[in-house]
């Protein structure tokens, strides 16, 4: 299993601008897959971006694509979401994820490792 820590979430305005990182530890070698998954309140959660390790091809919900930046650094372990633009509407909990084997995730469900997530809350 792989252990991820989420840092960087807080409050911002609209238009505003926010960097979340995720850090792995654990049994990282089996992970092909990193990606974040936001859950708003009430709802369920939703894929929004999510990058292949080898290869740092990426894949973005509709919802995000121009906005949020996934990227990623292998020898710091670490996953990076760089959000520009946020509206109000992007206010979730935001939680780093793991997929070990196969191709890149499309979808939340997909992943098999998750951190504690990080609050993002814009105001209008």
Do not use: H
Request: glycine share 12%; hydrophobic share 35%; aromatic share 12%.
């Amino acid at each position: 299993q792989v252990q991820l820590v989420e840092s960087g979430g807080g409050l911002v305005q609209a238009g505003g601008s926010l960097k979340l990182s995720c850090g792995a530890s654990g049994r990282t070698f089996s992970r092909n897959a990193m990606g974040w998954v936001r859950q708003a309140p009430g709802k369920e959660r939703v894929f929004v971006a999510a990058i292949n390790w080898n290869t740092g091809s990426t894949y973005y919900a509709d919802s995000v694509k121009g906005r949020f930046t996934i990227s990623r650094i292998n020898a710091k372990n670490t996953v990076y979401l760089q959000m520009n633009d946020l509206k109000p509407e992007d206010t979730a909990v935001y939680y780093c994820a793991v997929r070990r084997y196969g191709r890149i995730p499309f979808t939340s469900s997909e992943f098999d490792d998750w951190g504690q997530g990080t609050q993002v809350t814009v105001s209008s």
